[in-house]
């Protein structure tokens, strides 16, 4: 099915919106690396789901989009033959989405048997999910892009996982930083850089993490601690 859509249609609609983001922050003299601050790049992020799907870290159950942006990860899952759900918190951006999968689907750019399902509301309240016709773990994986790096805000996308979701969960989060972030309940397994020169650190990455077990959390904590243990500092 995904063979009778036009990829490259999909990368320059989004294009367009990749060329707005970056001569608006050079209008306003930011000095920032291409794609901080900005939409992910389409065709890295598209080649990175397809990889995911393939090795099944993204499973053929339905995935979840904590802030939809623009729709290019949920019109990405759907070419690649996921069922996509996004919530969007800020109610313009939310507006934008409707109108860039209407406007896909009238250009026959999304496929018909792959629901895309949006919604509108805070990711931490239960009752944003009514909408979706879901509830947060019945979601096989959940994808955030935080295009601020607010380690606050990754936690507690990371802490709702970890406590929410079923074992086995993947949690796919895209930031600047090439290391991951340690957070409780949940590991990182994968990295895929995005975007960003060969041999520099400068980039966007995108972090592959599974929600744990209790057993694997415990065996975790107690290897932490194993480290921390056996470490001395000299004074």
């Known amino acids: 099915m995904a063979d009778a859509i036009d990829l490259n249609a999909i990368r320059e609609y989004f294009g367009i919106f990749e060329d707005a983001y970056l001569r608006e922050f050079e209008r306003l003299g930011f000095d920032e690396p291409p794609g901080r601050h900005t939409p992910s790049p389409f065709l890295g992020i598209n080649r990175c789901l397809g990889q995911l799907v393939r090795d099944a870290t993204i499973a053929d159950k339905p995935v979840l989009v904590l802030g939809s942006g623009d729709s290019r990860i949920n019109v990405a899952l759907n070419y690649h033959g996921r069922d996509s759900y996004g919530l969007e918190h800020d109610l313009q951006a939310h507006r934008m989405v409707l109108m860039t999968v209407r406007t896909l689907k ?84 994968k990295t895929y850089k995005l975007w960003g020169k060969r041999n520099s650190v400068t980039g966007l990455y995108l972090h592959v993490y599974k929600r744990m077990n209790p057993i694997q959390e415990l065996q975790k904590k107690h290897a932490r601690h194993d480290i921390f243990a056996g470490a001395s500092y000299r004074t």
């Open 106 to 189: 009238g250009h026959g750019l999304i496929r018909s048997d792959r629901p895309i399902v949006l919604g509108h509301g805070d990711f931490f309240e239960p009752s944003s999910y009514d909408q979706l016709g879901m509830e947060f773990h019945e979601f096989a994986t959940v994808f955030r892009y935080d295009g601020t790096d607010d380690y606050n805000h990754m936690e507690g996308v990371a802490h709702l996982v970890a406590h929410e979701s079923e074992p086995g969960t993947a949690l796919l989060l895209v930031t600047h930083n090439g290391i991951p972030f340690h957070f409780d309940g949940i590991s990182c397994n």
